[in-house]
């Protein structure tokens, strides 16, 4: 019997390459969209679900339920980006990616577990960042979503592991996908003291999505995963430099990983 897949944010990025790439592993794939009649010429099913929306979320569920009986994967990938000096990024928008990135992942998490816990079985696969695992300067909030995200995860997978669910980690680094033009950019203020550092930081940000790696390679990552009977806790997915970078946070004094990361953004 095919495994029936539930992945969240599918209609574009990376949610969109997985979402047909599985699909032609023979999985049965269920992809989520807040607005799912705008993305036409799918290879597989797409679904109404705004992560904000508690009610939003159960019917999403519900549907696939009483469809294919059960959910055995969980891809939580639905995420917003969002850029700016913390002193000059409103508060507002802070919760809102927050909400997005973290609490909405938490509640669609929560109203798949109850399936899972029947079925004695279940895999939930939290779509993270490599920028989860570091601080970095303009990318704060983002940072902090995604580093959240990541902590609660290891929460997770030992509270459910006794009902046979597994649940890991998959950090992407830089993939060419439309993220920049989704996300929150504080803008450069004429006045602002971060004027100068921010805007060419911006433009730094920018160039790493526009030139990232194709979303094809994630896909087919969260597949090998998919395929794996005992998942490790966390995986990192991108170039090379971007995955040692979380090794060097490991090894070197904090300072000196600091000021690496001051020297790369220039400042």
Not at 136 to 158: D, F, H, Q, W
Request: proline residues 4%.
């Amino acid at each position: 019997m095919s495994k029936v897949i539930l992945i969240t944010g599918a209609s574009s990025g990376i949610g969109k390459s997985t979402a047909s790439y599985l699909a032609t592993k023979g999985f049965k794939v269920y992809g989520t969209s807040r607005n799912p009649k705008q993305t036409k010429d799918l290879s597989y099913e797409l679904i109404a679900l705004d992560v904000h929306d508690s009610f939003s979320i159960s019917e999403a569920i519900k549907t696939v339920i009483q469809k294919e009986k059960r959910i055995d994967v969980l891809i939580n990938n639905a995420g917003m980006g969002i850029t700016g000096p913390i002193e000059e990024t409103p508060t507002q928008e802070m919760r809102k990616v927050f909400d997005t990135n973290f609490f909405g992942a938490i509640d669609v998490i929560k109203a798949v577990l109850p399936h899972m816990r029947k079925q004695q079985q279940g895999l939930i696969i939290n779509i993270t960042s490599i920028a989860g695992y570091m601080g970095l300067p303009y990318r704060g909030v983002y940072s902090a979503t995604k580093g959240a995200l990541e902590l609660i995860t290891e929460a997770l997978r030992m509270e459910v592991k006794e009902f046979g669910i597994e649940v890991t980690n998959i950090a992407p680094g830089d993939f060419a996908t439309n993220i920049a033009s989704g996300r929150f950019h504080s803008p450069v203020l004429e006045d602002s003291p971060y004027k100068k550092n921010y805007g060419n930081n911006l433009d730094l940000m920018n160039n790493h999505v526009d030139h990232g790696k194709d979303p094809l390679l994630m896909a087919k990552a969260i597949y090998k995963v998919i395929q794996t009977k005992k998942p490790k806790i966390h995986y990192k997915v991108g170039e090379f430099l971007q995955k040692f970078s979380v090794t060097l946070k490991k090894v070197l004094p904090d300072k000196v990983y600091e000021k690496m990361l001051m020297k790369h953004y220039k400042l």
